[in-house]
């Protein structure tokens, strides 16, 4: 008999959204909280959250505090601790996906070339033209995830 629920099952990118925003909940800045999953054939490689370094008094943005130029100075990106995770670990995410709750910035877009992601997928856009720019000329997939179609 068939599975009367398995027209519920949410597709992989939902799948691996939901996943991206848990991973959010994480984040120990307080300007923004951003996750990131990297996948590779359907397997979590690697996660990360945005966040003061390890061990590290979380950020501060009380009065201002932590910020430079409108941006938290004392946290990593979500991304850069994916990449730094799978690093850790001995784990190559070459040809691997990046799903994110938002595009990367030019920073970790340049990290995601070097270390051969192949595909970006993100929720939230934020805007980075030159990040979209060297993703195209990387030929890196880039795709933006709707939530309210899966």
């Known amino acids: 008999m068939a599975n009367p629920h398995l027209h519920d099952r949410p597709s992989w990118g939902a799948y691996f959204h939901a996943i991206t925003r848990a991973v959010a909940t994480r984040a120990t800045c307080s300007r923004k909280a951003v996750g990131a999953v990297l996948v590779k054939d359907k397997l979590?490689?690697?996660t990360?959250?945005?966040?003061a370094p390890a061990g590290l008094r979380h950020c501060d943005h009380t009065d201002g505090g932590d910020l430079q130029n409108g941006h938290c100075a004392r946290s990593t990106?979500?991304?850069?601790?994916?990449?730094?995770?799978?690093?850790?670990?001995?784990?190559?995410?070459?040809?691997?996906?990046?799903y994110c709750t938002n595009?990367?910035?030019l920073n970790c877009t340049k990290l995601l070339i070097n270390a051969g992601v192949t595909r970006v997928v993100?929720?939230?856009?934020?805007?980075?033209?030159?990040a979209f720019e060297l993703l195209a000329e990387?030929?890196?997939?880039?795709?933006?995830f709707d939530a309210m179609t899966g």
Not at 77 to 98: C, F, K, Y
Not at 122 to 130: I, K, N, T
Not at 138 to 144: K, L, M, P, Q, T
């Open 44 to 46: 979590i490689l690697a």
């Open 48 to 51: 990360g959250y945005n966040g």
């Open 77 to 98: 990106h979500a991304e850069q601790n994916a990449i730094v995770q799978a690093a850790r670990h001995g784990i190559s995410i070459e040809g691997a996906t990046l």
């Open 103 to 105: 595009n990367p910035c």
């Open 122 to 130: 993100y929720e939230e856009q934020y805007e980075d033209p030159l």
């Open 138 to 144: 990387a030929n890196i997939a880039v795709e933006r």
